[in-house]
C-alpha cells in the first residue's frame, strides 16, 4: 500500500500569515517576483485599503505565465523555479528569492486572490487563476481543493496582475508610507551612480518586444498609487549626493581584501588604504583578519553635516531645510543584494552597522543613521548570504559577518582619518591665529587714523569689545586646559590606586588575623581592634575614591541628550553618599515627582550637584571639627517650563567676601580651594540657557545664609520634555 504525505489546511496560515510580520513585507515579496520576470516597470495600488477588506493589486509588465508555469512554480508551494535556474531568462539578472515561500505569505494577505497573467511564449492569451482561501476551511487536506486556470483571447501585452481582495489587515497611514519608502528605495534613491536619484515611471519607454530588445537590463521601476508615494517621491527624488562633506568608498575584492577611499566635498582624496589598515579592529589597536569569508563588496557612504553653516562654507546652491527631509527618509545603509534594496537593513531604527553607537562613543568626525547615507552592493555569486524565512535579512552565518565587520571597520577607518586630520588643523590654530591678527589689526589702526573722527570712534569701540572678548575666551581656555590636566592626571593615578589600595585592604586583613592569633582576646581589644578597624575603613574610602574619576569621566555622559536632574541626583548621591558619611554629613534628598528633565549634558549636570555640595562640604571642616549638625539638602522642583535645582547646607556660610564674586576665577571663600568650582557652575548654567546674564537674569542665586543656616544656591534650567526626536542628530 503506497501512501503520500498530507498537509492540513492550517499549514497556510503557519506558512502565510505567520512567515511575514508586516502586510508591506508580503507586497515587497510579489514586487520581487516581477523583478525575477524580468519586468522592467511593476506597479502597486491600494484601494480602500486603509480598512479591512480592502483590495490589493501589483501589476508588471514581465514575460508572464503559461499554465504548466502556473501548476508546477506558482502553485508548488516551497518550490522555486529560482532554485533551478539563478538567473532570469531575458536580462539575465540575479534571482533574488530562494525559498520561494515569500509567494504564499504575500497571497495570503487577502481572503481571494485573482491571477491575470498573459505569457510572452502564446502572445494574445492570458490566463486566470482564481484562488478563495475560505474554500480549505471545509477540508482534510489542501490538495482536496481543485483550481483552474482559465485562458482566454487579450490585446495587452506581456505582463502579470496579481490582485488580492477583501485583504486581512489594514494599510494604516504608517504602514502605507512604510510600504512607499520600502518600495521607492527598492531600487532607486542612489541611480546608476549615487550621484542623483531617478524616480522613473510607468510611461517611461520599456522593452515590449522581448524577442527583439537586446539583453541590456534596462533597470527596473516600481510605483505605488498612493498619497503616501507621491510625498516621499518629491523627498526622495532630489538626490542631494552632492551636497555631503565627506564620502567613504571601500571595496572588498574576490580574496577577501579590503581597501577604502575617503574624499571631501570638493572631490579630493584626504586619504587611501589597503586591507591592513582598514581592517584594523576598533581604535585602530589589533591585527587585522587576514581576509574576509564575504563576497564581493562595494561600499559607499556619504557623509553630511546636518549645520547651516557647511552648506555657506560651501557656497551650496540649497540650505540645510531642503536636504534635511531628504535625509529623514533615505538616511542609513542600505544593503542591496543582487540589485534591490533588502529588508530591512536601513529601516528607520535598523542600525546594522551601529553607526550611532559608535558615534555615542566617539561623536566627533563620526557619522550617525541621521547625518548619512550609504548602501552596501553585494552580487553574491556563490549564494552564501542566506535568507531568513521570514525574509527580515540574512542569516547570521560568517560570510554575513564578515561583510558587516567589513562595512564597520571601514566607517572606523574613515573616522580616525577624519580626527586625525581636524587635529593636525586644530594644533596650533592659536598660534597661527595671534600672528594674523596682528598683522591685520596693523593694517587696522591705519586706515582706521585717515578716517574722520566721528567715523573712526565705532570701528575703535567694536575693535575693543573684540577685544575683550578674546582676553575672556583665553581666560576659558586657559582655565579648562588646566581643568582638563587635572582631570586626567586624577584618572591616571586613580587607575594606579586601585590595585594599590586594594592591596592595601588584603595586607590588613591578613595583618588582622595574625594580630588575633598571637594576641589574647583583651591586649587585642585595647591595642589593636581601633587603629585596625579605622585603617580598614581608609583603605576601604581610598579604593572607593580611587574608583569615583572614573566613574565622572565615561565618555557617555558627554552626550547632549534629555537628562533628568533626578536621576542623576541620585547616581551622584550613591557616588558620593559614603564620603560625606565618613564626614558626618548627612546629606538629605528631596526630589519632585514631575519629569525634571532638561537638554543638557549628564556630566554638565552631575558637576554642578558635586560642586556645590562639595564646597558646602568643605565648609563645614574635618570630620568632628564642628559640633553643629552637619546637613547638606538637595531639593529639586518643577515650575511651568522651569526645572530648579536647590542645594543648602547648615554650614557657616558665606563669609570675608563679596558675594557677587564668587563666581569669579579663583575667588572663594575657603582659602585651600582652587577658586573655580563655582565659576564652572555659572558657565554651566549659561550654556543651557545661551545667554550670559544668569546671575542678574536670576537663573542662578546664592544665599549667603539660607533656610538651614549656611549657604543655599538656587538653579532655574530650561526644562525639556523627553520625546521621541529630541536626541542629537
Given amino acids: 500500500m503506497s501512501v503520500h504525505l498530507r498537509f492540513a489546511p492550517e499549514i497556510l496560515a503557519r506558512l502565510g500569515e505567520e512567515l511575514i510580520p508586516h502586510p508591506d513585507l508580503g507586497v515587497m515579496e ?106 480549505y476551511d471545509n477540508v482534510d487536506s489542501v490538495d482536496e481543493v481543485a483550481l483552474e486556470v482559465q485562458s482566454y483571447e487579450t490585446s495587452e501585452k506581456p505582463g502579470t496582475k496579481v490582485i488580492i481582495k477583501r485583504l486581512r489587515e489594514k494599510f494604516e497611514s504608517e504602514g502605507a508610507k512604510r510600504l512607499a519608502r520600502s518600495l521607492l528605495l527598492l531600487s532607486g534613491a542612489f541611480g546608476a ?33 498612493a498619497p503616501e508615494y507621491k510625498a516621499l517621491t518629491r523627498a526622495v527624488s532630489q538626490g542631494y549626493f ?106 528607520p531604527g535598523h542600525d546594522w552597522l551601529d553607526l550611532n553607537l559608535g558615534r555615542n562613543r566617539d561623536p566627533q568626525q563620526r557619522p550617525s543613521t541621521n547625518n548619512s547615507v550609504g548602501r552596501v552592493v553585494v552580487n553574491d555569486p556563490d549564494n552564501v548570504l542566506v535568507p531568513k524565512t521570514d525574509r527580515m535579512g540574512f ?31 586644530r594644533s596650533g590654530e592659536v598660534a597661527i591665529a595671534r600672528q594674523e591678527k596682528k598683522r591685520e589689526r596693523t593694517e587696522a589702526e591705519r586706515v582706521i ?28 581656555r586657559l582655565l579648562y586646559r588646566a581643568l582638563a590636566t587635572v582631570g586626567i592626571s586624577t584618572a591616571v593615578f586613580a587607575h594606579e590606586s586601585l590595585n594599590t589600595a586594594g ?30 578597624d579605622r585603617a580598614q575603613r581608609s583603605a576601604a574610602s581610598i579604593h572607593s575614591f580611587a574608583k569615583l574619576p572614573l566613574r565622572m569621566l565615561r565618555r557617555g555622559k558627554r552626550q547632549l541628550v534629555t537628562v533628568d536632574v533626578n536621576e542623576v541626583c541620585l547616581d551622584f548621591v550613591e557616588m558620593f553618599g559614603g564620603y560625606l558619611k565618613d ?29 556645590l555640595v562639595i564646597n558646602a562640604a568643605r565648609a563645614f571642616g574635618g570630620a568632628g571639627e564642628s559640633s553643629r549638625d552637619r546637613v547638606v539638602r538637595i531639593r ?53 540657557h545661551g545667554k550670559k546674564r544668569v546671575l542678574a537674569d536670576g537663573n542662578l542665586t546664592a544665599v549667603a545664609h539660607g533656610e538651614l543656616g549656611g549657604a543655599q544656591f538656587t538653579i532655574h534650567l530650561p526644562r525639556q520634555l523627553k520625546s521621541a526626536g529630541s536626541e542629537d542628530r
Fill in 30 to 135: 510579489l514586487v520581487r517576483n516581477s523583478y525575477d520576470a524580468d519586468a522592467t516597470w511593476c506597479e502597486v495600488t491600494l484601494v480602500n485599503a486603509s480598512r479591512v477588506g480592502g483590495t490589493l493589486v501589483v501589476s508588471d509588465n514581465g514575460h508572464g505565465m503559461t499554465p504548466d508555469e502556473i501548476a508546477g512554480g506558482f502553485l508548488h508551494i516551497g518550490r522555486s523555479s529560482k532554485t533551478e535556474s539563478k538567473n532570469t531568462l531575458h536580462f539575465k539578472r540575479r534571482k533574488v528569492g530562494e525559498k520561494g515561500l515569500g509567494r504564499l505569505a504575500s497571497l495570503r494577505l487577502g481572503k481571494e486572490i485573482e491571477v491575470i497573467t498573459r505569457p510572452i511564449s502564446t502572445p494574445g492569451i492570458a490566463h486566470r487563476l482564481t484562488i478563495d482561501w475560505a474554500a
Fill in 193 to 225: 551612480s549615487g550621484n542623483g536619484s531617478v524616480v522613473a515611471t510607468k510611461s517611461e519607454p520599456t522593452p515590449t518586444d522581448w524577442e527583439s530588445t537586446p539583453a541590456r537590463d534596462p533597470g527596473f521601476v516600481v510605483t505605488m498609487d
Fill in 242 to 347: 552632492d551636497e555631503h562633506e565627506f564620502k567613504l568608498t571601500a571595496e572588498l575584492d574576490a580574496d577577501g581584501k579590503a581597501s577604502a577611499v575617503l574624499v571631501d566635498w570638493r572631490g579630493v582624496v584626504i586619504a587611501e588604504a589597503g586591507h591592513s589598515d582598514v581592517a584594523l579592529p576598533r581604535g585602530g589597536k589589533g591585527q587585522p583578519p587576514i581576509k574576509y569569508a564575504a563576497p564581493p563588496s562595494k561600499f559607499e557612504l556619504w557623509m553630511f553635516l546636518r549645520d547651516a553653516e557647511s552648506f555657506k562654507r560651501r557656497n551650496s546652491r540649497r540650505t540645510l531645510g531642503e536636504v534635511t527631509p531628504w535625509l529623514d527618509v533615505v538616511g542609513g545603509v542600505h544593503l542591496f543584494h543582487r540589485g534591490l534594496r533588502t529588508h530591512p537593513y536601513g529601516d
Fill in 395 to 425: 542569516q547570521e552565518n560568517l560570510p554575513f559577518s564578515d561583510l558587516r565587520d567589513f562595512a564597520q571597520r571601514a566607517v572606523e577607518w574613515s573616522a580616525r582619518v577624519r580626527k586625525s586630520k581636524w587635529e593636525d588643523a
Fill in 449 to 476: 587714523k585717515s578716517l574722520p573722527p566721528l567715523q573712526a570712534a565705532p570701528l575703535r569701540k567694536a575693535f575693543e569689545t573684540n577685544d575683550r572678548l578674546i582676553a575672556a575666551l583665553e581666560r576659558d
Fill in 503 to 532: 592591596g592595601l585592604g588584603s595586607d590588613l586583613e591578613l595583618l588582622e588575623h595574625y594580630a588575633q592569633l598571637l594576641l589574647d582576646e583583651t591586649s587585642y581589644a585595647e591595642k589593636m581592634e581601633e587603629p585596625l
Fill in 583 to 611: 564626614w558626618q554629613i548627612d546629606l538629605q534628598v528631596d526630589l519632585c515627582g514631575d519629569a525634571a528633565t532638561v537638554r543638557s549634558t549628564v556630566a554638565d549636570i552631575e558637576s554642578l550637584y558635586a560642586n
Fill in 636 to 688: 529639586t522642583s518643577v515650575s511651568g517650563e522651569v526645572v530648579l535645582i536647590d542645594i543648602a547646607d547648615s554650614g557657616p556660610g558665606i563669609s570675608g567676601i563679596d558675594i557677587e564674586k564668587i563666581w569669579e576665577p579663583g575667588e572663594g571663600s575657603d582659602e585651600d580651594g582652587t577658586g573655580l568650582g563655582l565659576t564652572i557652575v555659572k558657565d554651566i548654567v549659561a550654556d543651557l
